[in-house]
């Protein structure tokens, strides 16, 4: 009877891994964040991170995050030698990347902004869309300026 059971598990396993025990292939964007001029103090720092969105404008951070509409990186801090590195890993294909951004929390959970966008143009900052229909390494790197006053989407 123990064998039984042990069989039915097993072929439960087997069956509910529908693709076996192979890896899941993921896309990944990474690249350098380089911070020109001075930094502000630890204190206006609480938090910086790398967020991909797939709805731009996002509807709110929350949500997004919630529903799996935003992904982000690990705490990138302390920043060292004015610059860092970031890798966001994404299983979904196909997948579109409508908004990717550095985003500091500079004050409470809630207090949040944009630092950096991933963008060809200068003057308005209009995002770039990623749009990765199977595993992919995307090189996407940041010039971080916090002198510098970008388009915020909330």
């Known amino acids: 009877m123990k064998k039984l059971i042990n069989l039915i598990l097993l072929i ?24 020109v001029g001075a930094l502000p103090p630890d204190s206006l ?7 991909a969105f797939n709805n731009y404008p996002p509807r709110d951070i929350v949500s997004e995050v919630l529903t799996g509409n935003a992904i982000f990186t690990e705490s990138l801090l302390p920043i060292k030698n004015q610059e860092c590195n970031y890798f966001i890993e ?4 196909p997948s579109t990347i409508a908004y990717l951004v550095v985003a500091r929390q500079y004050g409470t959970l809630f ?11 200068t003057v308005n900052y209009v995002p ?10 995307i090189n996407i790197d940041f010039v971080v300026d916090f002198n510098r006053k970008l388009p915020q989407p909330f």
């Open 90 to 93: 994404i299983d979904k294909f």
């Open 12 to 35: 439960f396993l087997l069956v509910s891994c529908q693709e076996g025990l192979a890896p899941i292939e993921k896309a990944i964007i990474k690249g350098k964040i380089t911070f």
């Open 45 to 51: 720092i609480k938090d910086l991170r790398v967020v």
């Open 128 to 137: 770039e869309k990623i749009v990765l229909s199977k595993p992919a390494t």
């Open 111 to 121: 207090e949040w902004d944009v630092v950096g966008i991933y963008s060809n143009d």
